[in-house]
């Protein structure tokens, strides 16, 4: 088949959680023998550098470029529309005339949209099967941040969210099939009563790059992984310094905890002025960061979809304690293959007992890669979008015969 395949952020390098679903999907499609153009905003010099390699991993490509500056202007000039301001920060006009170039020039089987915010693209397509992968509801996601904001900037969130779920509904008539990230998400997309085709696969983890170390771990340390501009991921890094590593401290003295991922805003960094906290910024390679950890945590009190954070730790070896949101989006058994815990003294209580006790550390270690091995690989994740790929153009084949005939 030829395939259109348009994403929010530009796939490659797949280096955090939207990214490594689009290039996953598109480099199986190749390996599925099908010929794919993908279409992506690249938002500076060094992504647009950067994304040149997905050549190597698709038929063609359209790259157009952004600038942050005029993006944000575009988000605020939509705050009193009826347009969700987000989606004024995907658009472009170069992208817009790039997708319509390539849909005149091009004869596609299948337009494959990732993530709501670029489905206007070509949600006026009509005679191309499509499929749109909303990944997340987004819309709950800026509904749930008015629990975390104060008065007036909560009432933005508020009015974002009620914005996304206008345009999630309309969007979802116009799509033959609309995919989400986890069975919960795919629920709220059903609440919406529109009557189209709805289904869900999850992410998958290559378990071949996230392996377990064979260097010792370091028992007194406790991870967190994330990109740490996101408000979400500073929210998490915050409860926990100033409500959980105080009562850790209590029972280890020595407890640490490292905060591991790029661009860590003002707030986050000013965690690194207490005691026992490390703030790394970037790092070339995170997997020794979490190796070298004796727990994995994720204290997510906002959360939509699978946490590729929690997958990757356990890949890594690494047990997890998370919230129950967090908790939420992950195929597994809590308190077999991850823990959760509620309230600090729950986190404490858990976190004590997995870094003073090696065997059990060991036994959820184990635990835990068996659940991504077994559930997470790539090529049994992607089977699954297979057979909802190939019902998605079947059936919209045999309605277009029927017309016909």
């Known amino acids: 088949m030829n395939i259109l395949y348009i994403c929010h952020r530009f796939p490659f390098p797949a280096k955090d959680g939207s990214r490594v679903r689009s290039f996953n999907i598109i480099n199986h499609f190749r390996q599925q023998g099908h010929k794919v153009w993908v279409s992506s905003v690249a938002r500076n010099k060094q992504e647009a550098q ?12 359209r790259m157009a470029r952004t600038y942050e500056w005029f993006q944000k202007a575009r988000m605020v000039s939509r705050l009193f529309t009826a347009e969700p301001s987000s989606m004024g920060y995907f658009y472009s006009p ?14 596609f089987d299948l337009i494959y949209v990732h993530c709501s915010s670029v489905a206007h693209y070509v949600s006026h397509v009509s005679h191309i099967p499509k499929i749109l992968d909303f990944v997340d509801m987004d819309s709950q996601k800026w509904l749930s941040f008015t629990q975390f904001k104060p008065f007036p900037i909560k009432w933005g969130y508020w009015l974002e969210g009620v914005k996304l779920q206008r345009a999630e509904r309309q969007l ?9 990230i986890t069975r919960s998400e795919c629920d709220t997309l059903e609440s919406f009563g529109k009557g189209s085709t709805n289904d869900w696969f999850s992410n998958g983890v290559d378990s071949e790059y996230f392996i377990p170390g064979k260097n010792a771990y370091q028992a007194h340390v406790v991870s967190f992984i994330g990109r740490m501009d996101y ?6 890094v915050s409860y926990f310094c100033h409500e959980i590593l105080p009562l850790l401290r209590q029972k280890i003295a020595n407890a640490e905890f490292v905060i591991i991922g790029a661009y860590p805003s003002d707030e986050v960094k000013k965690l690194a002025l207490l005691p026992g906290v490390t703030v790394t910024g970037f790092v070339d390679d995170v997997r020794d960061y979490v190796r070298n950890s004796a727990v994995m945590v994720a ?13 990757e730790a356990m890949a890594l070896g690494v047990p997890v304690v998370t919230s129950e949101l967090g908790a939420r989006g992950i195929d597994g058994d809590p308190g077999k293959d991850f823990i959760v815990a509620n309230t600090p003294q729950q986190y404490c209580e858990q976190l004590f007992a997995l870094m003073s006790d090696a065997t059990l ?11 991504i091995e077994n559930n997470y690989s790539w090529s049994y994740v992607l ?7 190939n019902a998605t153009v079947e059936t919209e ?9």
């Open 299 to 311: 204290p997510l009190s906002i959360a939509r979809g699978t946490q590729n954070k929690i997958l």
């Open 361 to 371: 550390r060991h036994h959820l270690s184990l635990q835990g890669r068996a659940r």
């Open 397 to 405: 084949s045999a309605q277009s015969s029927a017309i016909k005939s």
């Open 94 to 107: 170069e992208m817009k005339s790039q997708i319509k170039q390539l849909l005149s020039e091009q004869r």
């Open 50 to 61: 950067q994304g040149q390699g997905i050549k190597d991993y698709c038929y063609d490509y």
């Open 172 to 180: 979802s008539e116009r799509f033959d099939l609309c995919t989400t």
């Open 383 to 389: 089977r699954r979008l297979d057979a909802l790929v």
């Open 231 to 236: 408000y979400p991921n500073e929210q998490a």
